[in-house]
C-alpha cells in the first residue's frame, strides 16, 4: 500500500497565539522529527500542510508566521489551507491519487482540530489512516462549563473517536517496525 506522510499546520504561526505552551512541545518535537526523518529515509512523500487565516492575526499570510517551524525538516510537496482540513480547499487528493497513495500518516498540530478533521476526511474519501498521536500535539482547552480538558485528555479524547472508526492509532516505533522497515 502506497502512503504519504501529512504533517500538518507545524508552523510558526503557534508560536505566537496566547494559548501556546511549552508543555510536551519537546518531546512532540521529537517524535515528528523522528516520523519525518524515517519517512524520508522509506521513501514515503513528506506532504506539508500549512494554514492561512483571515480573521487570526498569527495565521495571516502577511504575518510571515505561515511558514514551516525552523527546526522542521524539507517537505517533499506542501499545500496551505484555510479550513480546518487538509483537503477541502487545496490540491492534495488529486496529488496523492496521482501517486496512487492510498494510506496516509497523519501528524502535526492541533490533534482535535486540523489533524483530526483531516482524518475523518481522509477515512471518508476512501484513505486508509494511520494516527500518530504522539507526533501531534495540541493545548489545553476551558469547556464553557468551567472544566478544564489538559492536552493529554484530548489526545486521549481523540484516540477514542477515532479508533477503528476513521484511523488506527499508531505510534512512531510501530510504524518504522511496519511500514518504514519494509514490514
Known amino acids: 500500500m502506497n502512503s504519504a506522510l501529512i504533517v500538518i499546520d507545524v508552523q510558526e504561526s503557534f508560536l505566537h497565539l496566547e494559548e501556546f505552551s511549552s508543555l510536551g512541545f519537546a518531546d512532540y518535537q521529537a517524535r515528528q ?30 504575518s510571515g508566521w505561515v511558514k514551516p517551524m525552523d527546526w522542521v525538516p524539507a517537505f517533499d510537496v506542501c499545500f496551505t489551507k484555510h479550513v480546518h482540513n487538509a483537503f477541502t480547499d487545496t490540491d ?31 477515512s471518508d474519501l476512501g484513505y486508509s489512516v ?10 489545553a482547552m476551558t469547556h464553557p462549563n468551567g472544566v478544564v480538558y489538559s492536552a493529554d485528555d484530548i489526545k486521549a479524547r481523540t484516540e477514542l473517536v477515532l479508533h477503528q472508526r476513521f ?11 511496519e511500514r518504514f522497515k519494509g514490514g
Open 33 to 62: 522529527t523522528e516520523l519525518i526523518l524515517n519517512a524520508r529515509n522509506a521513501g514515503v512523500p513528506i506532504v506539508g500542510i500549512l494554514h492561512e487565516s483571515r480573521s487570526t492575526p498569527a495565521f495571516l499570510a502577511s
Open 92 to 122: 492534495l487528493q488529486e496529488w496523492l491519487d496521482e501517486r496512487k497513495i492510498t494510506r496516509l500518516i497523519v501528524s502535526g498540530i492541533r490533534t482535535e482540530q486540523c489533524c483530526e478533521t483531516t482524518t475523518r476526511v481522509a
Open 130 to 139: 494511520d494516527f500518530v498521536t504522539e507526533a501531534t500535539m495540541t493545548f
Open 167 to 177: 484511523a488506527r492509532i499508531v505510534t512512531v516505533a510501530q510504524l518504522v517496525d
